[in-house]
């Protein structure tokens, strides 16, 4: 009987039953255009539509910090972006950013 619960727990782990799967939701990258960089301050400016997920309704233009500086050498001012933000330690961070094809 030990060997048939056994078996039967095996069985249960390795279909994924018993770890449920966990899907991933993906946030909409947000359009944006580069006005301003300061890499010593690690700061980006970027005019941007909406970012629902932070409560912004209206596009506006604003400085964010941005998670990893070398971030700031990807792009210049004047590139169109696609990028996320979120709070990190309480402020507003770019996350990823890229240029906009």
Avoid: C, W, Y
């Amino acid at each position: 009987m030990r060997k048939i619960a056994l078996v039967a727990a095996s069985i249960l782990v390795l279909s994924g039953a018993v770890l449920p799967r966990v899907a991933v939701a993906q946030s909409p990258l947000i359009n944006g255009q580069v006005t301003k960089i300061d890499e010593s301050a690690g700061k980006i400016t970027l005019k941007h539509g909406p970012i629902k997920k932070l409560d912004m309704n209206e596009g506006m233009t604003m400085v964010f910090r941005v998670q990893d500086p070398a971030m700031l050498k990807q792009v210049k001012v004047g590139d169109k972006v696609r990028f996320d933000a979120d709070r990190v330690n309480g402020q507003i961070t770019v996350t990823k950013i890229e240029k906009a094809k």
